[in-house]
T-cell receptor
Framework: EAGVAQSPRYKIIEKRQSVAFWCNPISGHATLYWYQQILGQGPKLLIQFQNNGVVDDSQLPKDRFSAERLKGVDSTLKIQPAKLEDSAVYLC????????????FGSGTQLSVL | KQEVTQIPAALSVPEGENLVLNCSFTDSAIYNLQWFRQDPGKGLTSLLLIQSSQREQTSGRLNASLDKSSGRSTLYIAASQPGDSATYLCAVRRNTGKLIFGQGTTLQVKP
């Protein structure tokens, strides 16, 4: 069974530029999560999808961050414009449902904003 | 507001030692608790998941316990090995489905 795929692996941009990350969850997993992990901290949930609907985006900075999962499968997370404090690892995870199931994580995209 | 705290932030032990990692949470109304391992530059790997109705889960040399009433979980690693060196994170799932992570404990097992 293939795991959660994320790309790119690394990204370096200058502040005020735009960037997009892509995630393909495990086949059959209805729930998809985007997390932001700043160095030395635990992951923080940005947005949670159930199929193609948003379940929780309460911690997503909506003035600059957007995410979509149009067909209920893969997803993109965009930052426009980026700030220095956006430097972090962006992790995508998926699970079969949003209840008691385990989460499976991708390797993440490491973003550096200069 | 649910807060998850892990102590210590870092731990260094000699190979073969048994060790305990601690996780505490402020709101006992949780759905489940999950322990993860994270290697440098990698994503998270789920180690153990304990449902709110359970007291413990075991997998190989790992044992995780859960005490909801006191807001605590421990991860016990028996006979530690250098390959166990990583960051260990606990996360609690609220009834709303949201998963809230602690900041992690970075473990180094010296040969």
């Amino acid at each position: 069974e293939a795991g959660v795929a994320q790309s790119p692996r690394y990204k370096i941009i200058e502040k005020r530029q735009s960037v997009a990350f892509w995630c393909n969850p495990i086949s059959g997993h209805a729930t998809l999560y985007w997390y932001q992990q700043i160095l030395g901290q635990g992951p923080k949930l940005l947005i949670q999808f159930q199929n193609n609907g948003v379940v929780d985006d309460s911690q997503l900075p909506k003035d600059r961050f957007s995410a979509e999962r149009l067909k209920g499968v893969d997803s993109t997370l965009k930052i426009q414009p980026a700030k220095l404090e956006d430097s972090a690892v962006y992790l995508c995870a998926s699970s079969r449902g949003q209840g008691s199931e385990k989460l499976f994580f991708g390797s993440g995209t490491q973003l550096s904003v200069l | 507001k649910q807060e998850v705290t892990q102590i210590p932030a870092a731990l260094s032990v000699p190979e073969g030692e048994n060790l305990v990692l601690n996780c505490s949470f402020t709101d006992s109304a949780i759905y489940n608790l999950q322990w993860f391992r994270q290697d440098p530059g990698k994503g998270l790997t789920s180690l153990l998941l304990i449902q709110s109705s359970q007291r413990e889960q075991t997998s190989g040399r790992l044992n995780a316990s859960l005490d909801k009433s006191s807001g605590r979980s421990t991860l016990y690693i028996a006979a530690s090995q250098p390959g166990d060196s990583a960051t260990y994170l606990c996360a609690v799932r609220r009834n709303t489905g949201k998963l809230i992570f602690g900041q992690g404990t970075t473990l180094q097992v010296k040969p």
